[in-house]
T-cell receptor, first 109, second 114 residues
Framework: GQNIDQPTEMTATEGAIVQINCTYQ??????LFWYQQHAGEAPTFLSY??LDGLEEKGRFSSFLSRSKGYSYLLLKELQMKDSASYLC??????????WGAGTKLIIKP | IAGITQAPTSQILAAGRRMTLRCTQD?????MYWYRQDLGLGLRLIHY???????GKGEVPDGYSVSRANTDDFPLTLASAVPSQTSVYFC?????????????FGPGTRLTVL
């Protein structure tokens, strides 16, 4: 079966750094996405990785290791507005996105 | 209209009733998608359309139908609603037919079936 695993919830302090991990087992791989979803709102795109390595975009970075079936999202200089759920999704061999359940990130002052 | 809109925002529905959730985008995107999101589960694809006039089944299509008569609109119909269809429904669109294109999501419809 296809499976995306993420921690259910994480807590971090304002100004700190947090790493949200995602492991996957899918039938084929055509890329990995990270989306942000604030409570009661729609998901919004954060990053896309298809090759191994780190993609940096401002305070957010995303890493991919295809051989390990592993990705992480790194958030630096955390702000209160970063409190949200972070969704990991993998595009499988049928070009459909398989979504993880999301990681709820709580930021404390 | 800017982006992708959904209607209604929320709805309470009696079991057995027919319901159509509306989705409209003004970005001229080729592909559109319907997902449901349930607590503790990831987004699950119900149906998709890679281009106007074509549709396909996703992971959980049973009990749902869609049509794509034009580029902008992609309605989702529940022919006879059941309580297990209580969920938040998101419509999304992307420029191409492949999921590697960024998907843009509508604000969602919260549906309760009693």
């Amino acid at each position: 079966g296809q499976n995306i695993d993420q921690p259910t919830e994480m807590t971090a302090t304002e100004g700190a750094i947090v790493q949200i991990n995602c492991t996957y087992q899918t039938s084929g791989f055509n890329g990995l996405f990270w989306y942000q979803q604030h409570a009661g709102e729609a998901p919004t795109f954060l990053s896309y990785n298809v090759l191994d390595g780190l993609e940096e975009k401002g305070r957010f970075s995303s890493f991919l290791s295809r051989s390990k079936g592993y990705s992480y999202l790194l958030l630096k200089e955390l702000q209160m507005k970063d409190s949200a759920s972070y969704l990991c999704a993998v595009e499988d061999s049928n070009y459909q996105l398989i979504w993880g359940a999301g990681t709820k990130l709580i930021i404390k002052p | 209209i800017a982006g992708i809109t959904q209607a209604p925002t929320s709805q309470i529905l009696a079991a057995g009733r027919r319901m159509t959730l509306r989705c409209t985008q003004d970005m001229r995107h080729n592909a559109m998608y319907w997902y449901r999101q349930d607590l503790g589960l990831g987004l699950r694809l119900i149906h998709y359309s890679n281009t106007a006039g074509t549709t396909g089944k996703g992971e959980v299509p049973d009990g749902y139908s869609v049509s794509r008569a034009n580029t902008d609109d992609f309605p989702l119909t529940l022919a006879s609603a059941v309580p297990s269809q209580t969920s938040v429904y998101f419509c999304a669109s992307s420029d191409g037919g492949r999921s590697t294109d960024t998907q843009y999501f509508g604000p969602g419809t919260r549906l309760t079936v009693l």
